[in-house]
Protein backbone atom coordinates (compact mmCIF):
# COMPACT_ATOMS: atom_id res chain seq x y z
CA UNK A 1 0.00 0.00 0.00
CA UNK A 2 1.25 3.52 -0.89
CA UNK A 3 2.50 5.63 1.81
CA UNK A 4 -0.46 8.56 0.81
CA UNK A 5 -2.90 5.89 1.23
CA UNK A 6 -1.69 4.74 4.52
CA UNK A 7 -1.55 7.97 5.91
CA UNK A 8 -4.99 9.14 4.37
CA UNK A 9 -6.38 5.48 6.35
CA UNK A 10 -4.65 6.66 9.51
CA UNK A 11 -6.11 10.12 9.13
CA UNK A 12 -9.46 8.63 9.44
CA UNK A 13 -9.04 5.59 11.49
CA UNK A 14 -6.83 6.86 14.28
CA UNK A 15 -8.63 9.88 15.71
CA UNK A 16 -12.02 8.00 15.19
CA UNK A 17 -11.20 5.25 17.16
CA UNK A 18 -9.43 7.85 19.74
CA UNK A 19 -12.41 9.57 19.84
CA UNK A 20 -14.78 6.68 20.71
CA UNK A 21 -12.10 5.11 23.12
CA UNK A 22 -12.43 8.43 25.15
CA UNK A 23 -16.27 8.70 25.26
CA UNK A 24 -16.53 5.34 26.30
CA UNK A 25 -14.28 6.36 29.27
CA UNK A 26 -16.50 9.13 29.88
CA UNK A 27 -19.24 7.05 29.68
CA UNK A 28 -18.82 5.09 32.27
CA UNK A 29 -16.60 7.43 34.71
CA UNK A 30 -18.86 10.66 33.95
CA UNK A 31 -15.21 12.91 34.60
CA UNK A 32 -15.17 16.03 33.66
CA UNK A 33 -11.48 15.21 32.91
CA UNK A 34 -12.50 12.63 30.08
CA UNK A 35 -15.14 15.28 28.96
CA UNK A 36 -12.52 17.79 27.97
CA UNK A 37 -10.11 15.53 26.73
CA UNK A 38 -12.92 13.70 24.28
CA UNK A 39 -13.96 17.70 22.85
CA UNK A 40 -9.89 17.80 22.11
CA UNK A 41 -9.96 14.63 20.90
CA UNK A 42 -12.67 15.63 18.86
CA UNK A 43 -11.49 18.87 17.54
CA UNK A 44 -8.83 17.36 16.28
CA UNK A 45 -10.79 14.16 14.61
CA UNK A 46 -12.41 16.80 12.49
CA UNK A 47 -9.01 18.56 11.34
CA UNK A 48 -6.90 15.54 10.63
CA UNK A 49 -9.44 14.33 7.59
CA UNK A 50 -8.54 17.73 5.46
CA UNK A 51 -4.83 15.82 5.76
CA UNK A 52 -6.01 12.62 4.92
CA UNK A 53 -8.40 14.03 2.17
CA UNK A 54 -4.46 15.73 0.79
CA UNK A 55 -2.90 12.78 0.98
CA UNK A 56 -6.10 11.08 -0.60
CA UNK A 57 -5.60 13.37 -3.92
CA UNK A 58 -1.16 12.83 -3.59
CA UNK A 59 -2.15 8.98 -3.61
CA UNK A 60 -4.55 9.63 -7.30
CA UNK A 61 -1.76 12.10 -8.14
CA UNK A 62 1.02 9.69 -7.99
CA UNK A 63 -1.31 6.86 -9.73
CA UNK A 64 -1.68 8.87 -12.28
CA UNK A 65 1.94 9.61 -12.80
CA UNK A 66 2.39 5.97 -13.14
CA UNK A 67 -0.11 5.51 -15.46
CA UNK A 68 -2.55 3.21 -13.38
CA UNK A 69 -5.15 5.45 -12.57
CA UNK A 70 -7.51 2.81 -13.27
CA UNK A 71 -6.56 0.14 -11.19
CA UNK A 72 -7.13 2.39 -8.27
CA UNK A 73 -10.86 3.21 -9.41
CA UNK A 74 -11.50 -0.40 -9.25
CA UNK A 75 -10.47 -1.14 -5.43
CA UNK A 76 -12.75 -0.93 -2.88
CA UNK A 77 -10.73 0.03 -0.24
CA UNK A 78 -9.91 3.70 -2.52
CA UNK A 79 -14.18 4.22 -1.57
CA UNK A 80 -13.60 3.21 1.91
CA UNK A 81 -10.54 6.19 2.85
CA UNK A 82 -13.51 8.99 2.17
CA UNK A 83 -15.84 7.70 3.74
CA UNK A 84 -14.24 6.98 6.75
CA UNK A 85 -12.66 10.60 6.67
CA UNK A 86 -16.10 11.91 5.98
CA UNK A 87 -17.59 9.98 9.34
CA UNK A 88 -15.16 11.10 11.49
CA UNK A 89 -17.70 14.83 11.43
CA UNK A 90 -20.69 13.48 12.22
CA UNK A 91 -19.54 10.35 14.65
CA UNK A 92 -17.84 13.37 16.36
CA UNK A 93 -21.34 15.59 16.33
CA UNK A 94 -23.63 12.40 17.76
CA UNK A 95 -21.02 11.96 20.55
CA UNK A 96 -20.90 16.11 21.67
CA UNK A 97 -24.80 15.73 21.54
CA UNK A 98 -25.21 12.81 23.69
CA UNK A 99 -22.44 14.05 26.00
CA UNK A 100 -24.51 17.52 26.27
CA UNK A 101 -27.44 15.97 26.91
CA UNK A 102 -25.90 13.52 29.90
CA UNK A 103 -23.88 15.78 31.48
CA UNK A 104 -27.60 18.12 32.19
CA UNK A 105 -28.68 14.97 33.94
CA UNK A 106 -29.10 15.22 37.93
CA UNK A 107 -28.40 11.99 39.45
CA UNK A 108 -28.86 12.00 43.46
CA UNK A 109 -27.92 8.44 45.30
CA UNK A 110 -29.38 8.07 48.80
CA UNK A 111 -27.79 5.55 51.23
CA UNK A 112 -28.91 4.62 54.61
CA UNK A 113 -26.25 5.27 57.00
CA UNK A 114 -28.36 3.64 60.11
CA UNK A 115 -28.94 0.46 61.96
CA UNK A 116 -33.04 0.58 61.45
CA UNK A 117 -34.91 1.15 58.24
CA UNK A 118 -36.21 4.53 56.38
CA UNK A 119 -39.43 3.40 55.79
CA UNK A 120 -41.12 7.05 54.28
CA UNK A 121 -38.52 9.37 52.30
CA UNK A 122 -39.17 11.49 49.56
CA UNK A 123 -37.15 13.68 47.53
CA UNK A 124 -38.00 17.25 45.73
CA UNK A 125 -36.01 19.41 43.68
CA UNK A 126 -37.12 22.05 40.81
CA UNK A 127 -40.19 20.60 39.48
CA UNK A 128 -39.70 17.05 40.40
CA UNK A 129 -40.73 14.93 43.88
CA UNK A 130 -39.91 11.00 44.18
CA UNK A 131 -41.71 9.13 46.55
CA UNK A 132 -38.37 6.73 47.65
CA UNK A 133 -38.89 3.10 48.68
CA UNK A 134 -37.84 1.75 51.87
CA UNK A 135 -34.31 1.23 52.38
CA UNK A 136 -32.79 -1.04 54.68
CA UNK A 137 -29.35 -0.56 56.83
CA UNK A 138 -26.52 0.50 54.07
CA UNK A 139 -28.94 -0.09 51.17
CA UNK A 140 -28.82 2.52 48.17
CA UNK A 141 -31.32 3.91 45.90
CA UNK A 142 -30.76 6.20 43.06
CA UNK A 143 -32.61 8.53 40.91
CA UNK A 144 -32.22 10.46 37.63
CA UNK A 145 -33.78 13.09 35.81
CA UNK A 146 -33.52 16.21 34.07
CA UNK A 147 -35.45 19.08 35.82
CA UNK A 148 -37.45 21.58 33.81
CA UNK A 149 -37.18 24.39 36.69
CA UNK A 150 -34.67 26.01 38.93
CA UNK A 151 -34.46 25.02 42.52
CA UNK A 152 -33.16 23.63 45.49
CA UNK A 153 -33.23 20.05 47.13
CA UNK A 154 -35.77 18.75 49.86
CA UNK A 155 -34.94 15.35 51.42
CA UNK A 156 -37.40 14.33 53.73
CA UNK A 157 -37.53 11.20 56.01
CA UNK A 158 -38.67 9.68 59.13
CA UNK A 159 -36.27 9.44 62.12
CA UNK A 160 -37.41 7.75 65.28
CA UNK A 161 -41.06 8.88 64.94
CA UNK A 162 -40.22 12.24 63.89
CA UNK A 163 -39.96 13.92 60.82
CA UNK A 164 -37.05 15.06 59.60
CA UNK A 165 -35.91 17.50 56.14
CA UNK A 166 -33.18 19.54 55.49
CA UNK A 167 -32.31 21.35 52.02
CA UNK A 168 -28.94 21.01 49.60
CA UNK A 169 -27.48 21.37 46.73
CA UNK A 170 -29.43 23.84 43.65
CA UNK A 171 -30.57 22.63 39.82
CA UNK A 172 -30.70 24.46 36.88
CA UNK A 173 -32.02 22.97 34.22
CA UNK A 174 -29.00 21.79 31.53
CA UNK A 175 -26.46 21.70 34.05
CA UNK A 176 -26.87 18.32 35.74
CA UNK A 177 -24.74 17.83 38.88
CA UNK A 178 -23.72 14.37 41.04
CA UNK A 179 -24.91 13.96 44.91
CA UNK A 180 -24.14 11.73 47.35
CA UNK A 181 -26.96 11.83 50.50
CA UNK A 182 -26.35 9.44 53.56
CA UNK A 183 -28.99 9.37 55.89
CA UNK A 184 -27.24 8.99 59.43
CA UNK A 185 -30.26 9.29 61.78
CA UNK A 186 -31.41 13.27 62.88
CA UNK A 187 -28.98 14.54 60.05
CA UNK A 188 -27.78 14.24 56.58
CA UNK A 189 -24.29 14.47 55.28
CA UNK A 190 -24.59 15.42 51.33
CA UNK A 191 -21.53 15.62 48.78
CA UNK A 192 -21.36 16.57 45.48
CA UNK A 193 -19.42 14.70 43.09
Request: aromatic share 10%; charged share 20%.
Amino acid sequence: MNLSKRIAYACALVPMLLSIAVFLVWLTSRSQMFLAIGLVTILIANLLPLLGGMALVNYVRLARQRGDQKSIWRQWSFYLVPILLLANTPLGLAMVSFAMHRNAEILVTITNRMAHPVDDHSLTGGDVKFELPPLGPDESVTRSFYPEADGSFEYRWQARDSEQSETFGYITPGLGGNWKVDVQGDEIRVQER
